[in-house]
């Protein structure tokens, strides 16, 4: 990364290139695959932060303010909508769009994130969602042998409290309130869905 930083700077080109250095997920959930996660819990192909939390840099010379940390939530997909506002890009307005735009955020006009919450994918099974500092997972990967389960009862974490998602119940009997915001953002995102036309199909 540090030789593409010197590159642009050497062409002269850092003032007018936005530079962002990230990932999809954690690291390779299988055994061997090398890694680290730090203290979050599970890997790749898990719903724990250990595959949700990654790293986020970015760097706009003049416009986005250097050195400043943030532990918000800022997804991935917000990156396309946040870009889109940078180069005067049209966003499409026939179609759900899952990002928010980031940019106020990341120039450092706001210290709040624009958005609070995230739904919970492991390929293509709804795992949960993830609100503030909070989670609700529906369903589990068996550690003997992989499977998805869908828990009877969703398990509840504050990530603040019990940042390594080690004791779910303990927390959640004390703030059972947080079914509502939780649920609302699962059933907003399930509403989306059904409103949604879907990718149009190729035209062989």
């Known amino acids: 990364m540090g030789e593409l930083l010197d590159t642009l700077d050497g062409l002269g080109l850092s003032e007018d290139t936005i530079f962002i250095f990230t990932s999809d997920n954690g690291r390779e959930g299988t055994p061997g695959s090398g890694g680290f996660t730090g203290p979050w819990r599970g890997g790749m192909f898990s719903p724990y932060e250990g595959s949700l939390r990654v790293p986020f840099l970015i760097r706009w010379p003049g416009k986005i303010p250097m050195n400043r940390v943030s532990n918000n939530i800022v997804h991935a997909v917000d990156v396309f909508m946040t870009l889109a506002r940078w180069s005067g890009g049209q966003v499409p307005s026939d179609r759900t769009m899952d990002g928010v735009d980031q940019s106020a955020f990341l120039m450092g006009q706001t210290d709040r994130s624009a958005r609070e919450s995230i739904v919970i994918y492991v390929d293509n099974e709804l795992f949960g969602v993830k609100w503030r500092n909070w989670k609700m997972l529906l369903k589990t990967i068996d550690d003997g042998d992989s499977s998805i389960k869908t828990l009877a009862y969703p398990t509840f ?27 609302q953002v699962l059933e907003e995102f399930q509403a989306s869905l059904a409103k949604d036309p879907g990718t149009p199909a190729p035209d062989y």
């Not at 390594?164 to 509502?180: C, F, G, Q, R």
């Open 157 to 183: 974490y504050n990530l603040i409290v019990d940042p390594k998602e080690e004791h779910p119940a303990i927390n959640y009997n004390l703030d059972t309130w947080v079914d509502y915001p939780l649920y």
